[in-house]
């Protein structure tokens, strides 16, 4: 049973641009959509952006605007996050979803698989 792990967080110049990587196994991970979540300092998990496994098409919350592009590389086992522009308010930490079970694509009550995180914190 491999769990989802995250990486790429890190610190990021406000105006910069992160990427972001989840690992999954296709067999203990198996999902129509997987997502990206994040969490900063006293906030609810928020949605970022979902996306469909069998054709990548992806879904973003408002609150990314443009700035967001989510997308799997089904021969690696690997979804991303890329966001460009950064900014302060985008500091969170940052969780892969899956094992989704119906419901809102960006609502975390709607998948029950969890990575443990990757940290993004934006400078100025």
């Known amino acids: 049973q491999m769990p989802l792990v995250e990486s790429g967080g890190g610190s990021v110049l406000a105006g910069g641009s992160l990427r972001l990587s989840c690992t999954y196994s296709?067999?203990?991970?198996?999902?129509?959509?997987m997502a990206w979540f994040r969490q900063g300092l006293g906030n609810a998990r928020e949605g970022v952006a979902a996306i469909a496994m069998s054709d990548g098409s992806p879904f973003y919350a408002a609150s990314v605007g443009g700035r967001a592009t989510i997308a799997r590389d089904s021969a690696k086992n690997t979804m991303y996050l890329q966001m460009n522009n950064v900014k302060p308010e985008d500091a969170a930490m940052y969780y892969c979803?899956?094992?989704?079970?119906?419901?809102?694509?960006?609502?975390?009550?709607?998948?029950?698989?969890w990575g443990q995180g990757t940290q993004v914190t934006v400078s100025p």
């Open positions: 979803a899956s094992g989704y079970r119906g419901g809102h694509l960006l609502n975390a009550e709607a998948y029950t698989s």
């Open positions: 296709k067999y203990t991970h198996s999902s129509p959509y």
